[in-house]
């Protein structure tokens, strides 16, 4: 069983900065791409950042040039780094990532996603 657990969601002001964790952890062979997405009330899911296992990246329009992905594949932990926080960046966030999880010969791939956490930008 794997799980993924997040940190690092508050209040905080604009133009402030937060930074968020999420760590893995159980049966894990190896892990795919690791992402953030966001949700904010009554809008859909929406992608913010990815790093994949090329350490590739990709950002969401909105969050360009004010957010960074970076991943720690020692402790298959990913982090976001929100800078110049925007009320329009208030959401829950939600770290996903693809895993191989299981034993060598007898493994499945899944996809996870954390439990979410709140960020809030108070103007």
């Known amino acids: 069983q794997v799980q993924l657990v997040e940190s690092g969601g508050g209040l905080v002001q604009v133009g402030g900065s937060l930074r968020l964790s999420c760590a893995a952890s159980?049966?894990?062979?190896?892990?795919?791409?690791m992402a953030w997405y966001r949700q904010a009330p009554g809008k859909q899911r929406e992608l913010v950042a990815i790093?994949?296992?090329?350490?590739?990246?990709n950002y969401g329009d909105s969050v360009q040039g004010r957010f960074t992905i970076a991943k720690d594949n020692a402790k298959n932990t990913v982090y976001l780094q929100m800078n110049n926080l925007k009320p329009e960046d208030t959401a829950v966030y939600y770290c996903?990532?693809?895993?191989?999880?299981?034993?060598?010969?007898?493994?499945?791939?899944?996809?996870?996603w954390g439990q979410g956490t709140q960020v809030t930008v108070s103007s």
């Open positions: 996903n990532m693809g895993v191989q999880g299981g034993r060598i010969g007898s493994s499945t791939y899944g996809d996870y």
């Open positions: 159980g049966n894990i062979l190896s892990i795919n791409s």
């Open positions: 790093i994949t296992p090329s350490d590739n990246l």
